[in-house]
């Protein structure tokens, strides 16, 4: 067995319109950028894939990675908690202009409805939103003397997600707290495509400090020094359709 | 008015936080919490994007990017820090596995209600982490000027602004007093030794219980 792809355009060759895709990270720590750079070049020869659903913990920060998805059109509707950053102005543009649909969700229950979705948990309770405008029409339950808001499953089609090494059965660790999201959409996506800073044989990762089993990865593919969103941000950079 | 600056709140807040004590800080103001520890004790700081045992920022320069806290600053780690994924994350905050969260506030209620996340309908809605961080620590404290820059009570009968929370806190720093919130009631603690319990209630959106001695709330010049 071996999930390495050759490389980055053959990663997400497979993605198409309407696919709902979560993409890993909080901020840009974490945040997979080149696999979301190539996802942009295939739309820019292809005019594919478009109308995403894209569940991520933000709303992208300057004019790079999923900022630069959105600018691009691709994305239709936004699944996160905290669509603002040091620069969110391609997303507070195209909120504002009614030119895409956004779903807010507390950090936590986010967290939660994509480890539910990989776990095959269909709803749950928490405490979380109780009594706030965020619960609106979700049911509610009490336990135990308190009250809970039943919050659904998230799945997707495709989940991108950096990790720092993969061997080639998909096990993977992650560097420091780039961690946060990406296990668990690995887990929570029919199709995990990981990009990680190295790719070793089977064996060349200690069993003990595996934290993504491979059985949830699809793809990997090798992007040595993979570039980070503050370093673009601070550098002015933006990748864009007309780049 | 006398009233304490936000380090002196910070630091009133800090006194508060027991040796080993598991904390969250907010965003933004609580985060100063951090700065006034007293010496002896550490407390071991979580930041929900996965790490606990985080220490203040390194030099400019120096920032390492995949070692951020919540606000997506830079951090450093301290000895007997640990990484973990957001499940695992916001299961200590909801879980009951914090002492201690401290949040700023909008407005805080008498019945314990937290308004913090949102300032009506306009612009992008934004919620964080702010609504399952009032779930499960052990204490829900707030950190706060006791009014508004436009001098109205920030401590209310019943909040106007979208709650984040309800019935969550546990207890007030503001820049004039300490007051804790019990059965639905604000109850008094400490006052500014100058500060008259009637100009106090003043300034105040809701009754202030005085069931016992109001110590004097002092705080040193930081």
């Known amino acids: 067995m071996d999930k390495t792809v050759s490389d980055l355009a053959t990663a997400v060759a497979g993605i198409e319109d309407g696919m709902t895709v979560m993409i890993g990270g909080f901020g840009g720590s974490g945040s997979p950028i080149e696999l979301i750079h190539a996802l942009i070049d295939r739309y820019r020869e292809t ?35 905290f669509p603002r950053s040091a620069d969110p102005v391609v997303f507070t543009e195209m909120y504002l202009a009614g030119g895409i649909e956004l779903e807010l969700v507390p950090q936590g229950t986010l967290a939660e409805r ?44 495709v989940a991108l997600v950096k990790a720092d090494t993969a061997d080639t059965f998909g096990n993977l660790t992650y560097r420091m707290a780039a961690r946060n999201f990406n296990p668990l ?22 069993p003990e400090v595996v934290v993504t089993p491979g059985i949830f990865v699809q793809k990997v593919v090798e992007v040595a020094d993979p ?13 864009s359709l007309e780049a | 008015m006398e009233k304490l600056s936000n380090n002196q709140i910070a630091w009133r807040a800090a006194q508060d936080i027991a040796d080993g004590a598991y904390v969250n800080l907010g965003i933004g103001f609580p985060e100063k919490v951090a700065q006034f520890q007293p010496d002896g ?12 045992g985080f220490g203040q920022a390194p030099e400019a320069g120096s920032e390492d990017w995949d070692l951020i806290n919540a606000g997506k600053k830079a951090v450093t780690l301290k000895p007997g820090a640990a990484f973990f994924h957001h499940a695992d994350s916001f299961a200590m905050v909801r879980g009951s596995h914090l002492d201690v969260a401290i949040l700023g506030a ?35 404290a707030v950190i706060t000027d006791h009014v508004t820059k436009k001098g109205q009570p920030k401590l209310v009968k019943r909040c106007s602004l979208p709650l984040t929370g309800v019935g969550c806190v ?13 059965n639905g009631r604000f109850v008094l603690r400490e006052k500014l030794p100058g500060l008259s319990l009637e100009d106090l209630q003043a300034v105040t959106g809701a009754e202030l219980l005085v069931p016992g001695a109001v110590a004097d709330l002092v705080v040193p010049e930081v």
Request: aromatic share 6%.
């Open chain 1, 47 to 81: 005019g594919h894939p478009k109308d995403l659903v894209v569940i991520n913990n933000n709303a992208g920060n300057g004019h790079v990675g999923l900022a630069a998805l959105i600018e691009a059109g691709m994305v239709h509707k936004l699944i996160c908690s």
């Open chain 2, 106 to 140: 909008y407005e805080v209620a008498e019945n314990g209600d937290l308004a913090n996340w949102s300032t009506g309908p306009k612009g992008v809605p934004a919620v964080g982490g702010a609504m399952d961080l009032v779930h499960g620590a052990k204490r829900v």
């Open chain 1, 185 to 206: 959409m690995c887990m929570a996506a029919s199709e995990a495509i990981v990009q990680a800073s190295r790719i070793v044989d089977a064996g060349g990762i200690d």
């Open chain 2, 41 to 52: 004790r550490e407390a071991i700081f979580h930041t929900e994007n996965g790490l606990l």
């Open chain 1, 227 to 239: 570039l980070q969103e503050e370093d673009l941000n601070r550098a002015n950079a933006a990748y």
């Open chain 1, 114 to 157: 994509i480890r539910a979705g990989g776990a095959g948990i269909p709803a749950f309770y928490t405490p979380s939103s109780y009594g706030t405008d965020l619960a609106k029409d979700k049911p509610v339950a009490e336990f135990d003397g308190r009250m809970y808001v039943q919050e659904r499953w998230l799945k997707a089609d």
């Open chain 2, 170 to 182: 546990t207890r007030v720093y503001t820049s004039l007093a300490v007051i804790d919130i019990e």
